[in-house]
């Protein structure tokens, strides 16, 4: 307690470092935190180890997303713990699941100091100054004038949220429990956090901007063209993509900004969860793959070369060998270039865990995933061999010490598939976020080997 007292009483209690689970959205609220934390001049250090307090971001969508998260917690709590540490730290844990479980982390990790659930992370500084004024000790001082630093980020994107929370009631999800009704930003609030990211940058570019929301076909029509042609005024933005449109018709409407917007990334992530019809009205999802499969069509008369993600699970409830083989017989008749599948996972306070037992093992979960990954990735055979040999613009996404490591336009940061380019000695003036142009070499299961074509 000691060395506390004097970190504080020297005004030294002021370095964090934040940890980050979860989905993209996480990122852009994780934003939201570092830019109110460099305002009340704490700064922002890249190893937890020499943190004064160490702030987790939470995510618990499903049960291996709580899983990582308390794992996460622990090892914060851990490191707190370490008595051959002269260093005292405060623990923050934030986030989605910080909102759905706080009575239950209060009582079970007491080493966690500060709880704070969705919504309120600009209050994150204060709420820990406040902290600090419970143990005795004086926070920092009004006048202050210590040069506080943002964390100059190397990443050549940046998550912009169009949105919060969620109105839908699919069966297997809680985000409405956790974030509430879904809330569009207007085209303000949207600018607002680019400025916060240029901060943050201290001047770096940001090369590709994501625009993110639980539900973005939600948003508001005129907003995001609004939001669009805003971003596309940016010469450093080189691309823009959109993320996480639910299947609906309103998606239709959203097609034509792909034709007023060239930088506006060839890439849809629509999230079907299923195919059958039987499965998808158990889901309390829209349950009709004509739809599903018009879009898909619509989508390539647009743009020809866009490239469509989207996500299924497997071994929902009363899920049956029918069932996965409609999955199986769309992916045969529509071109999905991208797929995520995910295992049931059933949680406490959804719909489907007070409806329905969860009376598909974890083995035949697996399988199921497993077959249709195999089958997914056979079809896709034929269109990967076809890249080899072509040539075009990719993003630099970072360096390592014999490639460069850089994506597709149709490639998502993260989730996506990378192309990796052999580094040569006259490339040291390539940068992050750069477009350069390569010549794709081979393909490997998911990834690409590519070189520079530097005429």
């Known amino acids: 307690m000691q060395n506390l007292r004097s970190k504080i009483e020297n005004n030294f209690f002021n370095s964090y470092y934040i940890e ?167 085209i303000e609030k949207i600018k607002n956090q680019f400025y916060d990211e240029k901060e943050i940058r201290s001047g770096r570019c940001v090369s590709e901007v994501i625009l993110v929301s639980q539900d973005s076909v939600r948003a508001d029509v005129d907003v995001l063209d609004a939001a669009i042609e805003y971003f596309s005024s940016f010469e450093e933005v080189k691309w823009i993509r959109l993320h996480y449109l639910f299947p609906e018709k309103k998606i239709f409407d959203l097609f034509y900004l792909f034709e007023k917007f060239p930088k506006l990334a060839s890439y849809l992530d629509i999230p079907f969860q299923h195919i059958s019809e039987r499965v998808l009205k158990l889901m309390n999802r829209p349950a009709d793959s004509r739809l599903f499969s018009s879009l898909l069509k619509e989508a390539r008369l647009v743009r020809k070369n866009i490239e469509i993600r989207s996500s299924f699970i497997l071994g929902y409830p009363d899920e049956t060998e029918e069932d996965v083989d409609k999955i199986i017989q769309f992916l045969g008749e529509n071109q999905i270039d991208k797929v995520s599948l995910f295992s049931y996972s059933h949680e406490d306070g959804a719909y489907a865990a007070k409806k329905f037992d969860d009376n598909i093992s974890e083995d035949i979960k697996a399988e199921r995933i497993n077959r249709i990954r195999e089958y997914h990735l056979k079809l896709r055979e034929d269109y990967r061999k076809k890249i080899i040999g072509t040539v075009e613009e990719v993003m630099i996404d970072g360096f390592n010490k014999n490639e460069i490591e850089a994506r597709r336009q149709q490639d998502s940061p993260v989730i996506d598939e990378v192309v990796y380019v052999e580094k040569k000695d006259n490339h040291n003036e390539l940068k992050i976020g750069d477009l350069i142009p390569v010549k794709f070499t081979a393909a490997m299961e998911y990834d690409w080997l590519a070189e520079y074509d530097k005429k």
Do not use: W
């Not at 239950?104 to 309120?120: A, F, M």
């Not at 943002?150 to 069966?171: D, E, F, H, P, V």
């Open 20 to 186: 980050t689970l979860g989905c993209p959205k996480n990122k852009a609220d994780s934003r939201e935190i570092r830019v109110s934390m460099a305002h009340n001049n704490f700064f922002e250090v890249e190893n937890s180890k020499k943190a004064d307090i160490i702030i987790v971001n939470t995510c618990s969508f499903i049960k291996e997303a709580s899983k990582e998260t308390i794992e996460t917690i622990l090892k914060a709590v851990e490191l707190k713990n370490n008595k051959t540490k002269s260093q005292k730290k405060i623990i923050v844990v934030v986030g989605c699941f910080a909102q759905r479980y706080e009575k239950e982390l209060k009582e079970e990790i007491s080493d966690i100091d500060i709880i704070v659930g969705t919504g309120r992370y600009r209050e994150i500084p204060l709420l820990i100054k406040d902290y600090l004024k419970s143990l005795n000790f004086s926070s920092f001082s009004s006048d202050t004038k210590t040069s506080f630093a943002l964390k100059k980020t190397s990443n050549s994107y940046a998550y912009i949220r169009i949105g919060q929370g969620c109105s839908r009631k699919c069966g297997f999800c809680v985000i409405p429990q956790i974030r509430g009704r879904f809330i569009a930003y207007d």
